[in-house]
Protein backbone atom coordinates (compact mmCIF):
# COMPACT_ATOMS: atom_id res chain seq x y z
CA UNK A 1 0.00 0.00 0.00
CA UNK A 2 1.33 3.47 -0.82
CA UNK A 3 -0.37 6.67 0.83
CA UNK A 4 -3.26 7.23 1.74
CA UNK A 5 -6.42 8.24 -0.50
CA UNK A 6 -7.50 12.30 0.96
CA UNK A 7 -11.16 10.00 2.13
CA UNK A 8 -8.74 7.46 4.18
CA UNK A 9 -7.40 10.21 6.02
CA UNK A 10 -10.35 11.29 7.50
CA UNK A 11 -9.94 7.78 9.85
CA UNK A 12 -6.68 8.74 10.37
CA UNK A 13 -7.90 11.65 12.13
CA UNK A 14 -11.01 9.97 14.08
CA UNK A 15 -8.23 7.47 15.17
CA UNK A 16 -6.08 10.33 16.29
CA UNK A 17 -8.89 11.98 17.83
CA UNK A 18 -10.00 8.31 20.18
CA UNK A 19 -6.38 7.97 21.21
CA UNK A 20 -6.21 11.77 22.33
CA UNK A 21 -9.52 10.79 24.57
CA UNK A 22 -8.44 7.72 25.78
CA UNK A 23 -5.14 9.03 27.06
CA UNK A 24 -6.74 11.94 28.72
CA UNK A 25 -9.62 9.55 29.97
CA UNK A 26 -6.90 6.63 31.32
CA UNK A 27 -4.95 9.64 32.83
CA UNK A 28 -8.50 10.21 34.89
CA UNK A 29 -8.38 7.53 36.12
CA UNK A 30 -5.40 6.82 36.94
CA UNK A 31 -5.96 9.84 39.34
CA UNK A 32 -9.17 9.08 40.52
CA UNK A 33 -7.70 5.27 41.55
CA UNK A 34 -4.52 6.94 42.91
CA UNK A 35 -6.57 9.23 45.45
CA UNK A 36 -8.41 6.15 46.51
CA UNK A 37 -5.36 4.63 47.14
CA UNK A 38 -3.91 7.06 48.94
CA UNK A 39 -7.28 7.17 51.50
CA UNK A 40 -7.10 3.60 51.94
CA UNK A 41 -3.03 3.75 53.19
CA UNK A 42 -4.12 6.99 55.22
CA UNK A 43 -7.23 4.97 56.54
CA UNK A 44 -5.52 2.28 57.45
CA UNK A 45 -2.15 3.75 58.92
CA UNK A 46 -4.24 5.92 61.24
CA UNK A 47 -6.71 3.03 62.38
CA UNK A 48 -3.43 0.77 63.16
CA UNK A 49 -1.13 3.37 64.77
CA UNK A 50 -1.67 2.05 68.29
CA UNK A 51 0.45 4.78 69.69
CA UNK A 52 -1.97 7.67 68.19
CA UNK A 53 -5.39 5.93 68.71
CA UNK A 54 -4.73 4.39 71.91
CA UNK A 55 -3.83 7.94 72.98
CA UNK A 56 -6.77 9.90 71.63
CA UNK A 57 -9.00 6.99 72.92
CA UNK A 58 -7.97 6.14 76.14
CA UNK A 59 -8.11 9.80 76.90
CA UNK A 60 -11.73 10.25 75.86
CA UNK A 61 -13.29 7.12 76.82
CA UNK A 62 -10.58 5.27 79.41
CA UNK A 63 -12.03 1.65 80.09
CA UNK A 64 -14.13 1.61 77.33
CA UNK A 65 -10.83 1.39 74.98
CA UNK A 66 -10.99 -2.49 75.33
CA UNK A 67 -14.12 -2.42 73.17
CA UNK A 68 -13.00 0.40 70.35
CA UNK A 69 -9.56 -1.56 69.60
CA UNK A 70 -11.32 -4.46 68.41
CA UNK A 71 -13.76 -2.35 66.70
CA UNK A 72 -10.83 -0.05 64.78
CA UNK A 73 -8.67 -3.51 63.88
CA UNK A 74 -12.12 -4.67 62.59
CA UNK A 75 -12.34 -1.48 59.91
CA UNK A 76 -8.73 -1.56 59.27
CA UNK A 77 -8.77 -5.46 57.89
CA UNK A 78 -12.01 -4.34 55.72
CA UNK A 79 -10.09 -1.18 54.07
CA UNK A 80 -7.48 -3.36 53.37
CA UNK A 81 -9.67 -6.26 52.29
CA UNK A 82 -11.67 -4.40 50.02
CA UNK A 83 -8.28 -2.32 48.78
CA UNK A 84 -7.06 -5.89 47.90
CA UNK A 85 -10.22 -7.73 46.18
CA UNK A 86 -10.72 -4.37 44.10
CA UNK A 87 -7.14 -5.14 43.22
CA UNK A 88 -6.35 -1.31 43.52
CA UNK A 89 -2.48 -1.94 42.60
CA UNK A 90 -3.34 -3.75 39.47
CA UNK A 91 -5.62 -1.05 38.09
CA UNK A 92 -3.47 1.53 39.13
CA UNK A 93 -0.65 -0.19 36.93
CA UNK A 94 -2.77 -0.93 34.30
CA UNK A 95 -4.40 2.67 33.76
CA UNK A 96 -0.63 3.71 33.71
CA UNK A 97 0.40 1.43 30.85
CA UNK A 98 -3.14 1.96 29.25
CA UNK A 99 -2.60 6.16 29.58
CA UNK A 100 1.02 5.98 28.44
CA UNK A 101 0.64 3.40 25.62
CA UNK A 102 -2.81 5.90 24.05
CA UNK A 103 -0.77 8.83 24.32
CA UNK A 104 2.18 7.39 22.13
CA UNK A 105 -0.37 5.90 19.98
CA UNK A 106 -1.53 9.51 19.38
CA UNK A 107 2.04 10.73 19.12
CA UNK A 108 2.57 8.36 16.13
CA UNK A 109 -1.14 8.97 14.90
CA UNK A 110 -0.24 12.64 14.49
CA UNK A 111 2.72 11.88 12.51
CA UNK A 112 1.36 10.22 10.26
CA UNK A 113 -1.80 12.83 9.86
CA UNK A 114 1.27 15.49 9.23
CA UNK A 115 2.60 12.63 6.46
CA UNK A 116 -0.69 10.55 5.24
CA UNK A 117 0.22 11.33 1.45
CA UNK A 118 3.55 9.51 1.67
CA UNK A 119 4.33 5.91 0.60
CA UNK A 120 4.11 3.26 3.24
CA UNK A 121 1.33 5.74 5.16
CA UNK A 122 -1.03 2.63 4.47
CA UNK A 123 0.70 0.13 6.46
CA UNK A 124 1.81 2.44 8.95
CA UNK A 125 -2.13 3.43 9.65
CA UNK A 126 -2.96 -0.64 9.27
CA UNK A 127 -0.32 -0.83 12.54
CA UNK A 128 -1.69 1.77 14.65
CA UNK A 129 -5.11 0.31 14.28
CA UNK A 130 -4.01 -2.80 15.37
CA UNK A 131 -2.04 -1.19 18.04
CA UNK A 132 -5.75 0.43 18.84
CA UNK A 133 -7.34 -2.64 19.05
CA UNK A 134 -4.77 -3.96 21.08
CA UNK A 135 -5.06 -1.19 24.01
CA UNK A 136 -9.00 -1.66 23.59
CA UNK A 137 -8.27 -5.34 24.47
CA UNK A 138 -6.48 -4.52 27.04
CA UNK A 139 -8.60 -2.13 28.79
CA UNK A 140 -11.80 -4.65 28.88
CA UNK A 141 -9.74 -6.88 30.92
CA UNK A 142 -8.12 -4.47 33.72
CA UNK A 143 -9.67 -1.00 33.55
CA UNK A 144 -12.73 0.64 34.73
CA UNK A 145 -15.49 2.31 32.20
CA UNK A 146 -17.22 5.31 33.33
CA UNK A 147 -18.84 6.48 30.28
CA UNK A 148 -19.70 9.34 31.42
CA UNK A 149 -16.50 10.30 32.04
CA UNK A 150 -15.26 9.71 28.32
CA UNK A 151 -18.24 12.10 27.50
CA UNK A 152 -16.61 14.34 29.22
CA UNK A 153 -13.06 13.69 27.88
CA UNK A 154 -14.67 13.61 23.84
CA UNK A 155 -16.31 17.06 24.72
CA UNK A 156 -12.90 18.65 26.21
CA UNK A 157 -11.20 17.01 22.68
CA UNK A 158 -13.41 18.38 20.60
CA UNK A 159 -13.24 22.06 22.12
CA UNK A 160 -9.58 21.38 22.22
CA UNK A 161 -9.50 20.17 18.41
CA UNK A 162 -11.64 23.11 17.57
CA UNK A 163 -14.03 20.89 15.19
CA UNK A 164 -11.04 19.94 12.95
CA UNK A 165 -11.11 16.67 11.42
Not at 45 to 70: E, Q, R
Not at 126 to 153: E, H, T, Y
Amino acid sequence: MAAISESEAGEVWKALREARVRSLYFGDMQARYGKCKQWVQGLSLVLSSGAVVSGAVVSMVGDLWSGVAPVLAGVVAIVNAIAIATSLDQKLVTLATLRTAWESLRIDLSHLWSHWYEDGAGERFDALQQRANDLGSMASFGAPWDRSAVARWERWVDAELGGEG
